[in-house]
């Protein structure tokens, strides 16, 4: 649907096409001719002339009306350009439609973000196990590294979730991988899902934990020793 309503936006010409094609031209597989040829093609559709002769584009440009036949032919096979027919009283008529365009310039955009989603996963996943190297004080044994995949693949944990169950452990008193994986279970079950609600979670987890041992701490001496919270008495 969204991608319908922007291939809308281009035939009204409330984008600046020209800025997209200019920028991405090539890595769509079109040369300069070609491109300029579109360009032309789409400032005419803009003017109300939906089927410029190859004679009218040519007039505009260094090459030839059978060139310019030739190019709009060759942007018609390769899905660039498309003919649509109309009838117009009692008679066909023909239009230029830049519709395969449009859409071919989303497709490469919208993979182009994937790409860079992929990428930018991929660095987070790096910098995890770095990150929990670096507290572990350690390598992280196989089994540990399976874990840490199984937690994004099987569980869909994201990584700063994950990260922000680390530091809850290291809060905890308890750096250990099954430690973690009852804190992220508890999150995932009670529908946490940003770094937000687990910190607020987490806090009105402690707060419990320390009124619930208050009156054990006041018949008990000081002894200097942080008290830890422990997730797995849930």
């Known amino acids: 649907m969204k991608k319908k309503i922007m291939i809308q936006w281009f035939e009204q010409g409330s984008i600046a096409i020209p800025k ?107 910098s995890l196990y770095s990150i929990f190297e670096q507290e572990f004080g350690r390598p992280l044994s196989p089994f540990e590294c399976e874990t840490l995949t199984m937690w994004q693949d099987q569980d869909h944990h994201t990584p700063v979730i994950i990260q922000t169950a680390l530091r809850e452990a290291v809060l905890s008193g308890k750096l250990n991988f099954r430690y973690i994986d009852r804190i992220l279970f508890e999150w995932k079950k009670n529908g946490i899902k940003t770094v937000e609600q687990a910190q607020q979670y987490g806090q009105k987890f402690r707060a419990n934990q320390t009124r619930n041992s208050a009156p054990m701490r006041q018949e008990t001496k000081y002894t200097g020793k942080v008290p830890f919270y422990n997730w797995l008495e849930q």
């Not at 449009?102 to 790409?115: D, F, G, H, P, R």
């Open 20 to 126: 997209l094609l200019m920028i991405h031209y090539r890595k769509m597989g079109l040369n300069e001719i070609e491109f300029m040829v579109l360009l032309h093609v789409h400032t005419f559709l803009e003017s109300g002339k939906t089927f410029p002769t190859p004679d009218e584009i040519a007039d505009r440009m260094t090459i030839s009306s059978v060139q310019c036949m030739e190019v709009l032919r060759t942007l018609v096979q390769n899905g660039f350009l498309m003919i649509e027919g109309s009838q117009k009283d009692g008679a066909l008529c023909e239009s230029y439609s830049l519709q395969p365009l449009w859409e071919k310039i989303l497709q490469l955009l919208m993979n182009e973000t994937i790409s860079e989603e992929l990428e930018m996963q991929q660095q987070l996943e790096n």
